[in-house]
């Protein structure tokens, strides 16, 4: 049985995970058989947002291990506990913690850095031939840790995309229910709620990219 790894940011869209593509990436990997564990780096969170009024919480500090652990319903662990070799590949959901928590793309868009533990984390997925695959804001990510040239998609938006130029990666342009694949490196993305306006929308892509990932594996 094939073993899947998911990285969560935390738990919310607009300072960890986004709730939905983590829940039907997870759905759609346990309709496949296969097996799979949540994984989240053990940092503070960029900050905390009121998820009803869209504000920043003042004076409030959350972990992102901590939170993620909401989503995988306690069952996760720390980048740090991963033995690459009990793994066939990864998935990373997408939600602002992606660009908050996983890197700082929110912040410094295209000079933006990845996290050490999620440098180290996906790296070794990399590193080994693994494929990995990323949905919504999370593919901003794939310039920076697989280097000029690197295929993938955040949708349709402009700035984003040229962002993801600029740091060297290839960005194709896709509708939701469409997935973007770098045979080569054995990269999945999909726009998700970059694009979708319903749950719906969101699953036509996340099914297709899940499905190709453990094909690639």
Request: charged share 20%.
């Amino acid at each position: 049985m094939k073993n899947i790894a998911v990285l969560l940011a935390g738990c919310g869209v607009y300072d960890g995970s986004e709730i939905h593509e983590a829940v039907l990436t997870l759905l759609t990997l346990s309709q496949a058989g296969v097996h799979y564990q949540c994984f989240a780096p053990n940092i503070e969170q960029m900050h905390v947002v009121n998820h009803l009024t869209g504000e920043v919480v003042q004076g409030v500090k959350r972990n992102v291990l901590e939170e993620a652990a909401r989503i995988a319903r306690g069952n996760i662990k720390a980048t740090q506990a991963l033995d690459i070799d009990k793994f066939d590949a990864l998935i990373i959901p997408g939600g602002f913690g992606a660009a908050k928590n996983l890197c700082n793309f929110a912040i410094k868009g295209a000079d933006c850095e990845v996290a050490p533990e999620v440098t180290g984390f996906i790296g070794a997925f990399r590193d080994a031939g693994k494929p990995v695959g990323f949905i919504c804001i999370s593919p901003v990510m794939i310039p920076k840790l697989y280097g000029a040239g690197a295929q993938g998609t955040i949708g349709t938006d402009e700035g984003t995309a040229a962002a993801f130029t600029a740091m060297g990666g290839e960005h194709h342009r896709a509708c939701v229910d469409e997935i973007v694949v770098d045979e080569k490196r054995k990269i999945v993305s999909t726009p998700a709620y970059m694009l979708a306006d319903s749950i719906a929308e969101a699953q036509s892509g996340i099914d297709k990219l899940v499905h190709k990932v453990l094909a690639l594996a």
